[in-house]
């Protein structure tokens, strides 16, 4: 009797109590930001020559780009302060002292904007135009007109133009600041589409240059969040992304269809301010006379609406 009551007892135990989920710990949300803040200045760091900030470069440099030091010099901080920072100690770090490396390391508006997300800072003149785009530049923008101009950075964001490549593909002037980048017109802008022949083809290459200039920035909030952005408003861009082509930055003949105008026949051109990874000068060029007067017409018009 005793034996069949156990067995009995057996068949209906009651299962053990599952062991309480455990959260995996991993580092603190302020030291992740300091890790990627001091990854994002050595990055920066590293790219720029000397020469960009008037400094000598010296026969005996081995450091890629500038040295801690110099960049110190260039903010008005101390050398082991910033040599910290790069570091990731747990030091404060004040929004003068965020604007003084921003300009010191040439951010444009992308770079500067994550710069002061990282550091969890407000930016105190968040409208602050890229260093790259100096007084001379842009005079040199406008002396370039009637041939079409403006300035990228890797990202593809426009950060100044003249007057004929405002009304090129479409009214930069009626797109907001912060939608101005190549990769968005292409895929959300219809006017910009409109204007662009065999626009599959072209918004396919454009894609490819993009994951290719993207292997370098590939934990950057800005850059995911361009990315993740076009996936949500096309599905033309999730199609061609999901192909995984790369392709590296160079000229190409184009052929728009200006709303003004008629065809533009151009040869694309980039100029490279600095390293490859930064700023460029993008110029479009006519490939025969009749697009050369088309493009003196366009500006003409741009002019009459300026009067």
């Known amino acids: 009797m005793v034996t069949a009551a156990r067995k009995d007892l057996e068949a209906v135990r009651i299962p053990e109590a599952p062991e309480p989920h455990r959260e995996l710990s991993g580092p603190p949300e302020p030291e992740i930001r300091r890790h990627e803040l001091a990854d994002f200045l050595r990055s920066r760091r590293e790219r720029i020559t000397p020469e ?4 000598v470069r010296g026969r005996r440099r081995r450091t890629p780009g500038l040295r801690r030091e110099e ?5 008005a901080v101390g050398v082991t302060w910033y040599t910290w920072l790069e570091q990731a100690r747990d030091i404060q770090v004040s929004p003068q002292v965020l604007d003084a490396l921003a300009r010191a390391l040439l951010l444009d508006r992308s770079e500067r904007t994550h710069l002061f997300s990282l550091a969890a800072a407000i930016d105190p003149a968040p409208g602050t135009e890229c ?3 100096t007084p001379a530049l842009r005079t040199m923008l406008r002396q370039l007109e009637p041939i079409p101009a403006c300035v990228q950075n890797s990202r593809y964001d426009v950060l100044a133009h003249n007057r004929t490549y405002g009304r090129l593909l479409c009214d930069m002037e009626a797109v907001a600041p912060e939608d101005r980048n190549i990769m968005l017109l292409a895929y959300t802008n219809e006017q910009w589409r409109s204007s662009v022949m065999d626009i599959d ?3 396919r290459l454009l894609t ?3 994951r290719a200039a993207m ?3 590939l934990a950057e909030p800005s850059w995911k969040a361009l990315r993740e952005r076009l996936e949500a408003a096309s599905p033309e861009f999730r199609e061609t992304w999901a192909r995984h082509e790369v392709l590296g930055a160079g000229g190409r ?3 728009f269809r200006n709303a003004h105008v008629g065809l533009l026949r151009v040869e694309t051109t980039d100029l490279w301010l600095g390293p490859s990874a930064g700023p460029r000068l993008v110029t479009y060029v006519p490939r025969d006379e009749e697009t050369r007067e088309r493009l003196e017409r366009l500006q003409a018009l741009v002019l009459a609406d300026e009067d």
């Open 52 to 55: 960009q900030v008037g400094l």
């Open 71 to 75: 960049v110190a010099q260039l903010s």
């Open 131 to 133: 260093p790259s785009i």
């Open 201 to 203: 083809e072209v918004a």
């Open 208 to 210: 490819a240059k993009f």
């Open 215 to 217: 292997a370098e920035h």
């Open 253 to 255: 003949s184009k052929i």
